[in-house]
C-alpha cells in the first residue's frame, strides 16, 4: 500500500512544488511508482510535468467531486513510473464546495485515494499556500508531512501556525499523522546568516531536518517553464544532484 506524503508550509514560494515534483522524478527513476497529487489551484505541480493545458476536467477536481476515480484521471508524464493527478483553477472552487459539506469534508481525498492508492509505491500531494480545507484534506490522506522551509530571516515565522495544524489534524482526523521530514531549501552555504538559520531550524525540528540542502539554482527554477523535472532538464546541475541526493536520503528513512 502506498505510503502517503504531504508537502506543505503555509508560506509561499519556499520549495513545496519543486521540491515534491523534483523529489518525486529522481525517485520515479529509481523504479517506485509515484503519483503526484497537485492539491494547488496554481497547478504548478502540474505544469512543472508539463500539463500545461488543464480544465477541471479530468483533474483532481473531479475526483474531489465525486465524478471520478483516481483510476480515471491519473495521467502518466514523460518521466517513467510518474503518474498525476492534475489541477486546474477550478479546485479553487471545490474548495468552497467541500466548505457547503456538513459531514466528512475533511476526509474526500482520504476516502478516493483509498481505492487508488493500492497501485502506486508512494503518493505525495503538493500542497498550497495557505491551512485552509485543501490542505487540510491533504493532511488527513497523509501518513507524513515534508516541510520545505526556506533559508532566510525569519523562516520559522508562521510556521508554528502550520505546525498546530498538524496536530489538531492529527488529534481528531489522522491518528497516524507524523512530520516525515523537514527539507532546507534555497540553502545558500556563503550567505553570512544561514548558519544562524540552519542552527534555528535544527534547534525546532532536530533529526528531522534532512542533512541534504537544496541550494538557490537557477536551473531549477527554469526546469518548470520548458514542463520537465530538473532530472530531465538538467541532471548535471547542482540543484538536481542536490534532489538526487534527497532522494536516496528520503527512501533511506522511509523504509526504515
Ligand atoms: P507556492 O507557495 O506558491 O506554491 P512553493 O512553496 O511551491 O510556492 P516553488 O513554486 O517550488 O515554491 O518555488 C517558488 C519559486 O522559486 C519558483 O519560481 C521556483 O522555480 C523557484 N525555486 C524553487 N526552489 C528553488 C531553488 N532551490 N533555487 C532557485 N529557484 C528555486
Ligand atoms: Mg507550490
Redesign the pocket.
Known amino acids: 500500500m502506498a505510503k502517503v506524503i504531504a508537502f506543505s ?1 503555509q508560506k ?8 515534491c515534483v523534483d523529489l518525486a522524478a529522481y525517485i520515479a527513476a529509481k523504479g517506485k511508482k509515484v503519483l503526484v497529487v497537485d492539491m ?1 489551484p ?1 497547478g ?1 505541480a502540474s505544469s512543472a510535468a508539463g500539463f500545461f493545458e488543464r480544465t477541471g476536467k479530468d483533474s483532481v477536481y473531479e475526483v474531489l467531486t465525486d465524478e471520478k476515480s483516481v483510476k480515471d484521471v491519473a495521467k502518466e508524464s514523460e518521466v517513467k513510473n510518474l503518474f498525476f493527478l492534475t489541477s486546474s483553477k477550478d479546485l479553487a472552487g471545490a474548495e468552497l464546495e467541500l466548505a457547503q459539506v456538513m459531514i466528512g469534508r475533511e476526509r474526500v481525498l482520504d476516502e478516493k485515494l483509498k481505492e487508488g492508492k493500492e497501485e502506486y509505491d508512494l503518493v505525495f500531494i503538493d500542497c ?2 495557505s491551512l485552509g480545507l485543501l490542505t487540510v484534506n491533504a493532511l488527513t490522506a497523509a501518513d507524513g508531512v515534508v516541510v ?1 522551509i526556506q533559508c532566510e530571516y525569519f523562516a520559522l515565522e508562521g510556521l508554528s501556525q502550520m505546525m498546530n495544524t498538524v496536530k489538531l489534524v492529527k488529534k481528531y482526523l489522522n491518528p497516524s499523522l507524523e512530520v516525515e521530514g523537514v527539507v532546507i ?2 540553502y545558500d552555504g556563503r550567505a553570512k546568516l544561514t548558519k544562524g538559520v540552519v542552527e534555528e531550524i535544527e534547534k525546532v525540528f532536530g533529526d528531522k531536518v534532512y542533512q541534504t540542502r ?5 536551473r ?2 527554469e526546469a ?1 517553464s520548458y514542463g520537465k523535472p530538473v532530472s530531465l532538464y538538467d541532471p548535471r546541475c547542482a ?1 538536481a544532484q542536490a534532489y538526487a541526493a534527497l532522494a536516496e536520503e528520503f527512501l533511506e528513512r522511509i523504509e526504515k
Open positions: 508550509n509561499g514560494g519556499v520549495g513545496k512544488t519543486t521540491t494547488d496554481q504548478n498550497p499556500p520545505p531549501t534555497l537544496i541550494p538557490r539554482n537557477v531549477l527554477a518548470p540543484g
